[in-house]
């Protein structure tokens, strides 16, 4: 499992990165979500990886 936390805004942001942190149930900024450790969460995590932080739960 992996926590991931929404840090910057997602206002600047290509609308395939929006998509990728809304998938993810990443809204605003402050917003936490756990997702299991897989192969497309990994995906999704490096595709907006300058907008979060990741930390194992």
């Known amino acids: 499992m992996v926590t991931i936390k929404l840090v ?3 206002n600047s942001c ?4 929006i ?6 149930g990443l809204r605003k900024i402050g917003d936490t979500t756990t997702q299991q450790d897989n192969a497309a969460v990994q995906g ?4 907006i990886a300058h907008l979060i932080n990741v930390t194992n739960a």
């Open 14 to 17: 290509k609308k395939d990165q």
């Open 8 to 10: 910057k805004s997602l």
């Open 44 to 47: 999704k995590i490096r595709k």
């Open 19 to 24: 998509a990728t942190a809304h998938s993810l």
